[in-house]
C-alpha cells in the first residue's frame, strides 16, 4: 500500500468548526493541494443535525428544549435525515478521492460500513448491515450513522460511532428518521466503558485497510514540521458562511 491515508485526530471540535475545516479540505484535495486522502477524526459538544432528506416530523423536540439541554441545531448538506452528535461518540469524516478508488458513492458507502464493521469486530463487538438501511448495526441495534457528500468525486461529512455517548439524546429525535429504531453503543454492547483512544486507533486502521492506504498520523497544527504531514498548510480559516462549495451529491441514512 504506497496511497496514504492522513489520520488527524482533532479532539473536541464545535461542529460549525468541523464543517468548515472538512469543506477547506475538500477544496484542497481537490485543487491537488494536499495529495493524499484525510481522515479527520473529532468529538463534537451536543448538536443535531439535519441532512438533505430530512423531514421536520422527525424532530421531536422544540428549539427551546434543545437549547435547555444545550443542543445546538444545524441543517447541513449531507445525505440522509436527523441525527446527533455529541461527547462519547466518534465522528469521522473522510475526505477522500474517489477517482482514486472508484466513482460510486453506494460503493462508498458499503466500504465505510465495511470499515466500522471491520473496528468494530477488533473491538469485541459482531457488527453488520441492515437490509435496505444505511449505517452499521449489532443485535438489531444501531450503533453508526453514516451521511456523506461529494463534489468533484471528493467526499466529506461522514460516519458517527456511538462510544460512551449518552444515548437518551437520541430520544429527542427519531434518529435517521427510522421509526422505532434502538440506538446502542460500544459501552453499552461491551458492558465496560472502552478507551477512547483505542477505538480510534482501532477504527483508522480499518478504514485504511478497507480502503487500502497506508495510515500516517497527520497534524493540523500550521507549526508542525517533520515527518508528519500538515495539513493545515495554506488552508485559511474563514467562517463558515464564507465557505461556499457546490451541493452535487449526497448520500447516506444519518
Not at 99 to 104: C, N, P, V
Request: net charge negative; charged share 20%; proline share 6%.
Amino acid at each position: 500500500m504506497h496511497r496514504e491515508l492522513w489520520v488527524v485526530s482533532a479532539g473536541r471540535v464545535p461542529y460549525a468548526d468541523a464543517l468548515v475545516l472538512q469543506r477547506e479540505i475538500a477544496a484542497a484535495r481537490i485543487s491537488g493541494r494536499i495529495p493524499h486522502d484525510v481522515l479527520l477524526l473529532v468529538e463534537q459538544p451536543p448538536v443535531v443535525t439535519l441532512g438533505r432528506s430530512a423531514k421536520p416530523h422527525n424532530m421531536l423536540c422544540t428549539p427551546g428544549l434543545l437549547a435547555a439541554r444545550g443542543v445546538e441545531f444545524h441543517e447541513v448538506e449531507r445525505g440522509g435525515d436527523v441525527t446527533f452528535h455529541g461527547p462519547g461518540q466518534l465522528v469521522g469524516y473522510p475526505i477522500v478521492d474517489l477517482k482514486r478508488h472508484k466513482q460510486d458513492l453506494h460503493w462508498y458507502l458499503r466500504q465505510v460500513e465495511e470499515a466500522l464493521i471491520a473496528g468494530l469486530d477488533d473491538l469485541g463487538i459482531v457488527a453488520n448491515r441492515h437490509p435496505g438501511l444505511t449505517g452499521v448495526w449489532t443485535q438489531g441495534r444501531k450503533i453508526a450513522s453514516i451521511g456523506v457528500h461529494a463534489r468533484d468525486w471528493v467526499t466529506w461529512h461522514g460516519f458517527a460511532l456511538n462510544v460512551t455517548t449518552d444515548l437518551s439524546f437520541f430520544d429527542l429525535i427519531v434518529p435517521c428518521g427510522i421509526d422505532g429504531v434502538v440506538m446502542t453503543s460500544v459501552e453499552r454492547e461491551l458492558g465496560i466503558a472502552p478507551d477512547p483512544g483505542q477505538v480510534e486507533r482501532t477504527v483508522a486502521s480499518a478504514f485504511a485497510e478497507v480502503f487500502r492506504l497506508n495510515p500516517i498520523s497527520a497534524s493540523l497544527d500550521t507549526r508542525t514540521v517533520g515527518e508528519r504531514p500538515d495539513i493545515g498548510s495554506g488552508l485559511p480559516r474563514r467562517r463558515c458562511t464564507d465557505v461556499e462549495i457546490p451541493h452535487d451529491n449526497a448520500v447516506g441514512g444519518a
